[in-house]
Every structure is written in structure tokens, then in C-alpha cells.
């Protein structure tokens, strides 16, 4: 099954254009759409549309911001949006912690990574095949034993 970013992209054009508002699951679903699409900037304009329209993103948003960011390569914009989405009194998931984890992989942010590990852990939050993958990954790219 493919994604279709910019079919996705032009139906929310052509919904807004008919006089409706997008609300967090349509916003969410475009930016979701985005991360698969590898459109990293698009996912983070939808975001900041979001927000500008008074909307506050949910942890299904942040969740997709962030993975688009790690497969954008965006460790650090990743890492912001954590931040902001905790700031926010929103409690990051598996599926959350997994993104992050894996954007400091990929930026070779070992320690990073094993922080927010074990800050999950303490959150009570049960690490799954995902997780240990992506830290395992970033010990071997950051060179920890």
C-alpha cells in the first residue's frame, strides 16, 4: 500500500477551499501522511498551520511530527517537539518515544537516545521490539559498549 502524500496534501487543500475547517485528526492524518511521504518541512508547516489556527496538537500529532522528523534527519527538531509536546502537560507514548529514539539514532546521539530509554521505563511505559532496536542502533553508531 502506498502513500499518498500529495493526494492527502491536495484534499486538505481542496477542504479547506470548500469552507471547512480541519480539525487535530484531520491536521494529524496530513502530517502522518507527510512522515510517510519523507516531507519533513511539509509535516512541520501543518504543525505550526495547526497551532496558528488554535488547534492543540495531540499525541497522535506530535507522534507523527516527530517521526517525520527522524526520517528527515531532524534529531534536534525532534528532540524540540518532545520538549514542547511535554510542555504542553502531554504524556509522550510508545509509539512517541519510539520516534524520538530513533531520530538520535540516526543522529548518532547515543546518549540521548539511552536517556530517553530510560526516562520511558520510569514513565512506566514497557519498551517493545522498536525501542530496543533503535538503542541498540545508536550504540552501535555511536560507538557505546
Known amino acids: 500500500k502506498g502513500c499518498r502524500t ?3 496534501l491536495d484534499l486538505l487543500a ?3 477551499a470548500a469552507g471547512l475547517q480541519p480539525d487535530v485528526i484531520t491536521y494529524s492524518a496530513a502530517i502522518s501522511a507527510c512522515e510517510k511521504g519523507c516531507r519533513t ?3 512541520l508547516d501543518l504543525l505550526s498551520e495547526m497551532k496558528g489556527r488554535g488547534l492543540q496538537p495531540d499525541v497522535i ?3 507523527a511530527a516527530i517521526s517525520a522528523c527522524e526520517k528527515g534527519g531532524r534529531t534536534d527538531t525532534a528532540l524540540e517537539l518532545l520538549a514542547e509536546m511535554k510542555g504542553d502537560r502531554l504524556e509522550p507514548n510508545v509509539i512517541t518515544y519510539n520516534a524520538a529514539i530513533s531520530a538520535c539514532e ?3 546521539r547515543t546518549d540521548t537516545a539511552l536517556d530517553l530509554l530510560a526516562e520511558m521505563k520510569a514513565a512506566g511505559l ?5 525501542t530496543y532496536n533503535a538503542a541498540i542502533s545508536a550504540c552501535e553508531k555511536g560507538g557505546r559498549t
Open 106 to 108: 540516526k543522529g548518532c
Open 14 to 16: 481542496e477542504m479547506k
Open 126 to 130: 514497557q519498551p517493545d521490539v522498536i
Open 41 to 43: 518541512d511539509t509535516a
Open 6 to 8: 500529495d493526494t492527502a
Open 61 to 63: 500529532t506530535y507522534s
